[in-house]
């Protein structure tokens, strides 16, 4: 059975004492949601609803509640243009990605625009200042910021400033009896002993649906320490936007090991989002698996009931039923359902892969795994060198054609493989401790890892290689582990190049699995260069010797636009002067544009030489003049 929960129960959190608040976009109509609040994003979970505006800008938004506008931010990324309104409850409402404000708080922005001579900007009016009752017109809706199309991004935050769920607030505008939907269950081994189908390995499962009910058709044989994690989604009436699932329990035999319930949340641990779901698994192959146990490092409040973690262990050869129910904010459930039963590994297994050409190993958390072939008439022998000891281990399994071992970490850090008395040497540098500063140093870079940098444990690898390239002879590629482990705060990393660089304009660029370069930065010291970073993976070093591009592309009585770019480094600043005196110009950076309508030229008269003065992140500078 299900564990039912009454509403007051499942909507428990820091509520207003009035909940009457007024949804802020066409209020009284069916609205329809491209994102909910609880949602675990790539880097991020998500703190509000993500209302869709029809594809279109320009829609009306309303004060949610009497209140007054506290904080206005416009911005090139995150929120874009967003207004934050304080009510006499304590709550905060947030209104982002805004097109534009109402006249009279756009004007009073534009003025202190003009004053700090910056289109981004931050202010705090008086409480007196911007005052308005709920209802009232006090924006229009857009797509500024680090938005990915039009639509309202909305929060209800308490006295904490912690988003709360805006569905449990009773709004009619949105529809929704449609339970969550479920892809796959993953199954995970998370111990040296652990087997599902007497391997050591992940296992992903198809389920049966019928009705609400998600059946995984065949019983899975386990045994040990296993973890299961789960790829889903939810929808609302009317909308096919797949949204994320707030509410997870699951049960072994008829008791809760694992439970989440994200109905709040503080930003400062928002970046835990990182260890909710497998990081791994969506790096390497796209899909999002929500873990259902508490990983290492993730200390995110909204988990209760846990046992073990949420790990579950099988040390028998009984079956067990795995219940897990799913819901969301409008008590729509699912439920998946597992049969488990415990199985004694082997250690002969049937044949499943062929034969290796050679050996392999990886690390799995602190474990280094081996795949060796076997060779005719040879006991699988091998020897892990740690410790400057020589460690020699049996397989955990074999079949007709390979070996497959483990080696625990904590043991030590090996420096070198014998298979078959042939010695490979291994690149494991060093053992980084997540909770604590720790430096690394070597002949090509060196690394700063903070205080909490990490989630977990981190097995250092590092590689340098120099190979050609489209943009230098010889390109230099440093390599730190690889991006599938996440971290947790930046870390510092200077570089040693071998090759020449003319530094002034040459820095640090991440290569992703597709072989794109993402700007990093980097400072030069003499032949060392230091830059930042919150990824694992390929770095390397390139020089950015060409200006950004400047074109006009339509001048009006009203309204001026102009498009900038800059295919390496990207767009860093830029300056606009009519006559020799700074206009507001605004910036949507997903679209290379630079406009100003009339009202943005301060009451001057759209003529005279414009000068549109563009530098990109590696000092390249273009002034572009014409007349208007």
């Known amino acids: 059975m299900a564990l039912i929960l009454g509403k007051s129960l499942l909507f428990a959190q820091s509520l207003p004492a009035d909940d009457n608040y007024q949804f802020p976009i066409r209020p009284g109509k069916q609205n329809f949601l491209a994102g909910t609040m609880g949602e675990i994003r790539s880097t991020h979970i998500h703190a509000g609803l993500d209302i869709k505006t029809g594809g279109q800008e320009g829609l009306a938004v309303f004060a949610a509640q009497k209140g007054f506008i506290s904080r206005i931010k416009i911005s090139t990324k995150g929120y874009g243009n967003v207004l934050y309104m304080k009510h006499p409850d304590g709550s905060t409402t947030v209104y982002a990605h805004l097109q534009k404000f109402i006249p009279e708080i756009r004007d009073w922005v534009r003025k202190n625009q003009y004053e700090k001579k910056s289109f981004a900007i931050e202010l705090f009016p008086s409480k007196d200042k911007f005052q308005y009752e709920k209802g009232e017109l006090i924006a229009y809706s857009g797509n500024s910021g680090s938005s990915s199309g039009p639509h309202l991004h909305f929060e209800i935050r308490d006295n904490q ?32 002993n652990a087997r599902i189908f007497d391997q050591h390995q992940n296992y992903y499962f198809s389920t049966q649906k019928t009705g609400n009910v998600f059946k995984v058709n065949e019983v899975v044989p386990v045994y040990g320490e296993i973890a299961l994690e789960l790829q889903g989604y939810d929808q609302q009436n009317g909308s096919y936007n797949r949204n994320g699932i707030q509410y997870i329990e699951m049960q072994l035999d008829g008791e809760t090991v694992f439970s989440q319930h994200i109905k709040n949340f503080s930003f400062a641990e928002s970046r835990n989002a990182l260890v909710v779901y497998d990081y791994e698994e969506k790096q390497k192959n796209g899909r999002q698996f929500t873990k259902l146990f508490v990983d290492n490092g993730n200390s995110l409040s909204f988990y209760s009931k846990v046992k073990n973690k949420g790990l579950i262990v099988i040390k028998d050869t009984l079956e067990h039923q795995v219940r897990i129910y799913l819901r969301d904010s409008y008590q729509n459930e699912s439920i998946v359902k597992l049969n488990i039963i415990g199985k004694i590994p082997p250690k002969k297994v049937p044949n499943s892969t062929k034969k290796k050409n050679s050996f392999s190993w990886k690390i799995i958390k602190n474990f280094l795994k081996i795949e060796s072939p076997l060779k005719v008439d040879h006991r699988p022998e091998i020897k892990v060198y740690a410790n400057r000891i020589g460690y020699e281990i049996a397989p955990i399994y074999t079949d007709s054609f390979n070996a497959w071992y483990l080696w625990d970490l904590k043991k030590g850090l090996p420096d070198s493989l014998s298979i078959y008395k042939e010695l490979h040497a291994l690149k494991l540098a060093a053992v980084i401790p997540p909770n604590q500063k720790f430096s690394f140093f070597s002949k090509q870079l060196d690394i700063l890892f903070p205080y909490q940098s990490l989630f977990d444990t981190l097995y250092l690898t590092h590689n340098y290689l120099k190979k050609d390239s489209q943009h230098t002879d010889t390109q230099e590629i440093f390599t730190i582990n690889d991006e599938s482990i996440p971290l947790r705060k930046y870390i510092s990393v200077t570089l040693r190049p071998e090759n020449d660089y003319k530094k002034f304009n040459t820095g640090v660029f991440s290569i992703d699995e597709k072989n794109r370069y993402h700007f990093e930065g980097g400072k030069w010291k003499e032949n060392e260069i230091t830059f930042r970073t919150r990824n694992l993976g390929k770095f390397t070093l390139l020089t950015d010797s060409i200006p950004p591009t400047v074109k006009l592309r339509g001048v009006s009585t009203n309204k001026v636009r102009i498009t900038i770019d800059d295919q390496l480094s990207g767009i860093s600043d830029y300056r606009v002067l009519l006559n020799d005196q700074w206009v507001l110009f605004q910036y949507d950076p997903k679209r290379k544009l630079i406009w100003a309508e009339k009202e943005d030229f301060n009451g001057r008269p759209i003529n005279g030489n414009l000068k549109v003065i563009v530098s990109d992140k590696l000092g390249n500078e273009t002034i572009f003049q014409t007349k208007l």
Do not use: C, T, Y
């Not at 569905?167 to 040296?192: H, M, Q, Y």
């Open 161 to 192: 400033q912690k988003p709360l769920d805006p569905l449990s607030f009773n709004f009619s505008e949105i529809k929704d009896n449609i339970p969550p939907n479920i892809i796959r269950l993953g199954v995970k081994p998370k111990s040296a």
